[in-house]
């Protein structure tokens, strides 16, 4: 079963708007981390947060982290085009093996320029 | 090219035929995995693998074998290839236990 879950699964914004997706999960974790996935291609990498973190930065992008409520968000600040893409959560559990990396369904991020 | 590679990038196969898709990354990373990517389930981890000589199942591993021989290759064959099995496959690498993945550009498998 996913462990993540995304919200909302679509989203359409104008060019220069904030993005801001949702991620839920289910069981402790080690950290989570975010991808975006340009159609068709392989996931890239985007942020890495640990179960210890509460908020992390990097360039345009904001991630919190309540390890209470199990759940995350992804900021996007300023969109751009180019940011149109499906972005995805990825959870890497506290015990059971660091390799068990699961994904949740995603959020297709449309921006309009 | 440095990085990680898949190939082939599109396979159409039938029913009841063993089907390999290869995967080769080129950083020496410990860590690989095989995922498949369905609409509406999102990626789900199929097999990973710590080390050479080291796998496990992951969330979907039933009808799917890999083998990890060497630290830069872990093909995945279906054994019995099932229409169900059509699906977009993603092999990632880590260098760290917990870390980032990076993923390769998946292949495309239709099984008729």
């Known amino acids: 079963s996913q462990q993540g879950e995304e919200d909302p699964q679509a989203l359409s914004i104008q060019e220069g708007e904030n993005a801001t997706m949702n991620c839920s999960y289910k069981?402790?974790?080690?950290?989570l981390q975010w991808y975006r996935q340009n159609s068709g291609r392989g996931l890239v990498h985007l942020i890495l947060i640990r179960s210890n973190e509460r908020e992390k930065h990097s360039g345009r992008l904001r991630v919190t982290l309540d390890t209470s409520k199990k759940s995350s968000s992804l900021l996007i600040t300023a969109s751009r085009a180019a940011d149109t893409a499906s972005y995805f959560c990825?959870?890497?559990?506290?015990?059971?093996?660091?390799?068990?990396?699961?994904f949740g369904t995603g959020t297709k991020l449309q921006v309009i320029p | 090219d440095a990085g990680i590679t898949q190939s082939p990038r599109y396979k159409i196969t039938e029913t009841g035929r063993q089907v390999t898709l290869m995967c080769h990354q080129t950083w020496s990373h410990s860590y690989m995995f095989w995922y498949r990517q369905d609409l509406g389930h999102g990626l789900r981890l199929i097999y990973y693998?710590?080390?050479?000589?080291?796998?496990d199942k992951g969330e979907v591993p039933d009808g799917y074998v890999v083998s990890r021989s060497k630290t830069e290759n872990f093909p995945l064959t279906l054994e019995s290839a099932t229409r169900s099995q059509t699906s977009v496959y993603f092999c990632?690498?880590?260098?760290?236990?917990?870390?980032?993945?990076?993923f390769g550009p998946g292949t495309r498998l239709l099984v008729l």
């Open positions: 990825a959870t890497v559990p506290s015990s059971g093996g660091y390799q068990k990396v699961t």
């Open positions: 693998s710590a080390a050479a000589d080291i796998t």
């Open positions: 990632a690498s880590s260098g760290t236990s917990g870390g980032a993945l990076y």
């Open positions: 069981t402790s974790i080690n950290n």
